[in-house]
């Protein structure tokens, strides 16, 4: 069965450290895999996605994450927090081929970022 | 332009009552998804449209739970005799396309239904 597996609940980190949040995934075939962020009574806002290609995926707001196949991971990272970054992060898959072409995301991890 | 909108943006209604829970998607966007979020079963999908057809619909719960779309654009979720455990945040989102670059779903703000 494919999954997502976001093994922090939450994260915190000072305002100006680089922050990551991790996601990994298990999938029978290549996966697409996207970060979304979700801000308090809002929906998802989409922020990156890899499909293919440069292992390193630059998204919005000076989001990046990096596709990792050895380690079927696919962590958000950010070289420099912002209080404005405190959100909840959810991971998500989509397996290539799928004829569904649905979103199989992980459980969320909450950022703080504090001032 | 304008993002996929949702409609109501809450909704209370008594155990047993129908619902029916409105999405418009981005103009020109030929999928359309509905998921589900709740506090117990995080985010789960419903069902995805391609057009008006709805090509996998193994997400929907139970045969309470039913949803079209016409004109390839508007589409309607609509929860017959609800129950309590149906209180969640219903997200719809939209893609151009299902390929490649075209893929990406944008999701609305969403629908709290609250199931007294």
């Known amino acids: 069965a494919q999954s997502v597996a976001q093994p922090e609940d939450q994260v915190n980190v000072a305002e100006g450290n680089p922050l990551t949040v991790k996601c990994t995934y298990s999938?029978?075939?290549?996966?697409?895999l996207f970060w979304y962020v979700q801000y308090p009574n809002r929906g998802l806002q989409f922020l990156l996605k890899?499909?293919?290609?440069?292992?390193l995926v630059k998204g919005s707001y000076g989001f990046e994450a990096e596709f990792n196949k050895s380690q079927t991971s696919f962590h958000l990272k950010k070289p420099s927090a912002l209080v404005s970054d405190s959100a909840l992060y959810f991971c998500?898959?989509?397996?290539?081929?799928?004829?569904?072409?649905?979103?199989?995301f992980g459980s969320g991890t909450r950022l703080l970022v504090r001032p | 332009g304008a993002g996929v909108s949702q409609s109501p943006s809450n909704k209370v209604t008594e155990k047993g009552k129908d619902v029916e829970l409105r999405c418009d998607p981005i103009?020109?966007?030929?999928?359309l998804y509905w998921y589900r979020q709740s506090l117990g079963q995080g985010l789960e999908f419903l069902i995805y449209?391609?057009?008006?057809?709805?090509?996998?619909k193994s997400g929907l719960p139970s045969d309470r739970f039913s949803a079209e779309r016409t004109g390839g654009s508007v589409s309607t979720l609509t929860i017959q005799r609800t129950q309590q455990e149906d209180s969640a945040v219903y997200l719809c989102?939209?893609?151009?396309?299902?390929?490649?670059?075209?893929?990406?779903?944008?999701f609305g703000p969403g629908t709290r239904l609250t199931v007294l």
């Open positions: 989102a939209s893609s151009l396309g299902v390929t490649g670059n075209s893929d990406t779903q944008y």
């Open positions: 999938v029978s075939g290549n996966p697409y």
């Open positions: 890899y499909i293919t290609g440069d292992n």
């Open positions: 998500a898959v989509r397996v290539r081929g799928d004829s569904s072409y649905k979103l199989i």
């Open positions: 103009s020109g966007h030929t999928a």
């Open positions: 449209f391609q057009g008006n057809s709805a090509p996998d």
